[in-house]
């Protein structure tokens, strides 16, 4: 382990162990949104909402994680990597969840009554992509496999950006403008997941710059 890491870990546990608790909350809600899509057509009304509030729930427990994390850095003296990394692994989680949330509820508010193939796609390589997030910062401690583990990220998000090239094509197929409008505005908000993905992964990697 990283000598700098080492000396501070004992104090500084805390930091580590809450990052990983927020990227669980994370890894719950994108499973529950890839799941909610798969089945998405199948469902009524009720039932969509009631997955649309459970996703909601999951989001509202990772806003109270961001929050303690936030005080906890303003209470703290001494932290095991610069506190601006901290924040920032904490505030792109945080978006993150924010994401999943919104999309889930534009299904509602949209109207929406069939999901794309690769919309499903999007949210099953987004669930993909926030497993390997959440992997990596429970390596946090092992900065050599954490910088490993985020060329797994960066390859993801290639595939995220492949995968959002062809759902725009395929949009312009066979849609009226009011449904490439509706789908379009889903499938940017997918991909900005996949984006947020990458800047954790380049956070990581800076804090592996300043400590290995």
């Known amino acids: 382990m990283n000598r700098v890491i080492s000396f501070f870990l004992p104090k500084e546990t805390k930091f ?7 990227s669980e909350t994370v890894l719950e809600a994108s499973e529950e949104f890839a799941n909610f899509l798969k ?49 920032e692994l904490a505030g792109l989680q945080d978006d993150i969840l924010d994401l999943i949330d919104e999309n889930a509820r534009k299904l509602i508010l949209y109207k929406i009554d069939k999901i794309p193939t ?32 985020c060329e797994h990220i960066y390859s993801i998000e290639n595939k995220g950006d492949t995968l ?5 094509s395929q949009l312009f197929e066979n849609n009226n403008a009011i449904e490439i409008i509706k789908f379009k505005d889903m499938h940017e908000g997918l991909e900005e997941v996949f984006d947020k993905g990458t800047e954790i992964a380049d956070i990581i990697q800076a804090i592996v710059i300043k400590y290995d």
């Open 164 to 168: 959002y090239e062809d759902s725009i």
């Open 39 to 87: 089945e998405y057509d199948s469902l009524n009304d009720h039932k969509k909402r009631q997955i649309i509030e459970k996703i909601k729930k999951i989001e509202d427990k990772g806003d109270t994680q961001t929050y303690d994390i936030i005080e906890c850095l303003n209470k703290s003296l001494v932290t095991p990597f610069d506190r601006e990394d901290i924040h």
């Open 118 to 149: 690769l919309m499903k796609k999007q949210a099953e390589l987004i669930y993909e992509l926030v497993k390997k997030i959440h992997i990596t910062i429970n390596n946090l401690t092992k900065l050599k496999e954490a910088k490993r583990l």
């Open 16 to 22: 580590f162990d809450m990052l990983n608790k927020q």
